[in-house]
């Protein structure tokens, strides 16, 4: 059963500074997802991550995926107010039939 | 226009009643999923259709029904809540394998459901 967990469950961050969000998995997960969801809203797909190696880039935030190592990350370049929200990872699909299992989310609050 | 729609936005229910959460698409996707979220847990998979067909159980089953009646509707049911299952539901899909131009089996949600139960 793939679990998935993130760190750090919250994140306060100033503007302008970089930080990243680690989202490791148990067992193999050919693919991982990154979802953003701001208070009181859905969740926003951000990243799709295919392949060991694969790097993704939006912005401000930059994701990659190590399979080797059961390891994703956000990376957040030079943060500002508007990226203020919960960042979800989530493992599976492919050879997990569809489903995804979620982390906890990141809460990210970045303050001037 | 949503590409994924729930209805109700929000539900107050006591406990015992019985309760219908309701999702449809137009997306023309194949796979539907119902989740629940609670604080510091993430999403977690109740149950999931991957066409009219096929319904399976996710994580967390137990209490809850669905029902695919066509490919665009996918509802979820409470047959008596309870106050545990006060949290937010929401419904996702995704395209089958294969056919999602390289992005795998990405999920598109709706715009979620609070259900409070007394």
């Known amino acids: 059963e793939l679990k998935v967990e993130q760190n750090p469950l919250f994140l306060s961050m100033q503007e302008g500074k970089n930080y990243t969000i680690y989202c490791n998995y148990s067992?193999?997960?050919?693919?991982l997802y990154w979802y953003r969801q701001d208070p009181g809203k859905s969740l926003e797909s951000l990243f799709v991550l295919l392949s060991n190696g694969a790097v993704k880039q939006e912005g401000r935030l930059m994701a990659s995926l190590d399979t080797k190592a059961r390891l994703s990350t956000l990376h957040i370049t030079a943060a500002v107010h508007d990226l203020s929200a919960t960042y979800f990872c989530?493992?599976?699909?492919?050879?997990?039939?569809?489903?995804?299992?979620f982390g906890q989310g990141t809460i990210l609050t970045v303050h001037p | 226009d949503a590409d994924v729609t729930q209805t109700p936005r929000n539900r107050i229910t006591k406990t015992g009643k019985r309760i219908m959460l309701e999702c449809s698409q137009t997306?023309?996707?194949?796979?539907m999923y119902w989740y629940r979220q609670d604080p510091g847990l993430g999403l977690r998979l109740i149950y999931y259709s991957f066409d009219v067909k096929d319904i399976n159980k996710g994580e967390i089953s137990d209490g809850y029904s669905v029902s695919r009646q066509a490919q665009a509707k996918f509802s979820l049911s409470l047959e008596s809540a309870i106050p545990n299952q006060t949290a937010l539901y929401f419904c996702?899909?995704?395209?089958?394998?294969?056919?999602?131009?390289?992005?795998?089996?990405?999920?598109?949600f709706g715009p979620g459901t609070r259900l409070t139960v007394l």
């Open positions: 997306k023309g996707h194949d796979r």
């Open positions: 996702a899909t995704s395209d089958s394998e294969g056919s999602t131009g390289g992005r795998g089996n990405e999920q598109f």
């Open positions: 989530a493992g599976g699909g492919g050879t997990s039939y569809g489903k995804l299992t």
């Open positions: 067992t193999t997960s050919d693919r």
